[in-house]
């Protein structure tokens, strides 16, 4: 766990969640300690590895390397979302940014990083209830920090958003919940 720190004294709690491998919904690896962090957060932010993408997009030896590339980078964001949805659904629907780290790494050609964020971006938007951002997935460097204070001051606008949500629909529900006598008549709700 770590405490990010924004303008205006704002911070928020960042998780890293690492090594989540087939079969965690059912306890292998570190499975459920993670997962159960996993359910208490408001956004995810799921990093693919932009060397690995990289390196498979130009492989000589395959004839159309650029579509494996994408399919397997693909198929390893799906097998953490099928792990998610198999601990708990409602993880599916949980917002999240895509970032391909790395640009340090693919910044030696700029058209194939557009092509491969714009493949990306179809294909993931495919396999989420919600739609893609236009930025998505983000390219960040995290050797060089490129990208990184974008990425950082967009997650505080999407935390900050969750957190007035929240704030309105409970307040909401507590008011909701106000019928005939309130258990204590001499607190009133300030809104």
Request: aromatic residues 6%; glycine residues 8%.
């Amino acid at each position: 766990l770590g405490v990010v720190s924004l303008p205006e004294y704002k911070t928020f709690v960042i998780a890293d969640i690492p090594g989540l491998i087939e079969g965690a919904h059912q306890g292998l690896g570190l499975g459920h300690k993670f997962l159960r962090h996993i359910e208490r957060t408001a956004l995810f932010v799921h990093l693919l590895d932009g060397a690995q993408v990289l390196e498979e997009a130009t492989r000589p030896d395959l004839e159309d390397s650029f579509t494996h590339a994408i399919n397997l980078c693909v198929d390893r964001y799906e097998a953490i979302r099928r792990e998610l949805g198999l601990f708990n659904e409602a993880l599916l629907h949980k917002p999240e940014i895509v970032v391909l780290n790395k640009l340090d790494v693919l910044a030696s050609d700029p058209e194939l990083v557009d092509r491969i964020r714009k493949a990306l971006r179809e294909r993931i938007a495919k396999l989420r209830t919600f739609p893609a951002d236009l930025r998505e997935p983000w390219v960040i460097s995290a050797v060089s920090g490129a990208g990184v204070q974008q990425l950082i001051l967009e997650l505080g606008v999407r935390i900050e958003r969750d957190r007035m949500t929240r704030r309105k629909t409970g307040a909401e529900a507590f008011l909701a919940g106000q019928s005939g006598e309130p258990t204590l008549p001499f607190i009133k709700p300030v809104l």
